[in-house]
């Protein structure tokens, strides 16, 4: 039983598509987010989503639009990519408020944009 | 904001012998610590973690330690084996909310 499952787990697409990834979380929390994580390694938080609710929106391009249909469910839609979005996108969720508030991630959704 | 500092970026050891990552953090306010362990094509995963008002935890080989008022917390790994091998990440956060990541140690274990 994975905790935070995202699909797919990789993605090779051409420049000026759109495309979809889609993530899951069975642990209950209220909190969901999207990270991106460079040819450096370096994780990036994108957005994050409490309990359906946009909280967190960095910097990023608004080609990028998180959807979150129910608390369970966070998905990221891309438009008009970008070779330089190529990358490993990370979903993950966490619980609210409290001690404890472990991010757990998903496997990652390795994109490619040639 | 928070910005959290990670070194070194890269560490080599000999099996059985201890490897250590340091972290600092700027937020004073910042009151949770945990480490993460990323094996190569799989997503971070929590192997350890600290509260503020702890100095320091242990979990078999792997233990933290933190330092509040110089604002650093510290990874150690003692009798490192070959899977430890990975890149590890400390961050940083206040009652888990807005959790910044340092930029990553690659830590690679030689037989």
């Known amino acids: 039983d994975t905790a935070v499952s995202q699909t797919p787990k990789y993605l090779v697409t051409q420049m000026g598509n759109d495309k979809s990834i889609k993530c899951e979380q069975n642990?209950?929390?209220?909190?969901m987010y999207w990270y991106k994580q460079d040819s450096k390694k370096f994780l990036k938080i994108m957005f994050s989503?409490?309990?359906?609710?946009?909280?967190i929106n960095e910097t990023v391009p608004n080609r990028f639009s998180p959807k979150s249909p129910d608390k369970a469910h966070l998905n990221l839609h891309i438009n008009s990519l970008e070779l330089g979005d190529s990358a490993v996108y990370f979903c993950?969720?966490?619980?609210?408020?409290?001690?404890?508030?472990?991010?757990?991630f998903g496997e990652g959704s390795w994109l490619t944009v040639v | 904001g928070e910005n959290v500092e990670q070194h070194p970026s890269t560490l080599s050891v000999q099996e059985g012998d201890s490897a250590v990552i340091k972290c600092t953090y700027s937020?004073?306010?910042?009151?949770?610590f945990p480490w993460y362990k990323q094996e190569l094509g799989k997503g971070p995963q929590l192997i350890i973690d600290i509260r503020s008002n702890v100095g320091e935890k242990k979990d078999q080989r792997i233990a933290v330690t933190l330092n509040k008022t110089a604002k650093h917390f510290s990874l150690h790994i003692t009798e490192t084996q070959p899977e430890d091998s990975a890149v590890y990440f400390c961050?940083?956060?206040?009652?888990?909310?807005?959790?910044?990541f340092g930029p990553g140690t690659r830590l690679s274990v030689l037989p």
């Open positions: 642990l209950g929390h209220d909190t």
């Open positions: 961050a940083a956060s206040f009652y888990g909310q807005n959790f910044v």
């Open positions: 989503y409490n309990n359906k609710e946009l909280i």
């Open positions: 993950a969720s966490s619980q609210d408020v409290d001690s404890g508030n472990t991010i757990y």
């Open positions: 937020d004073s306010a910042s009151n949770y």
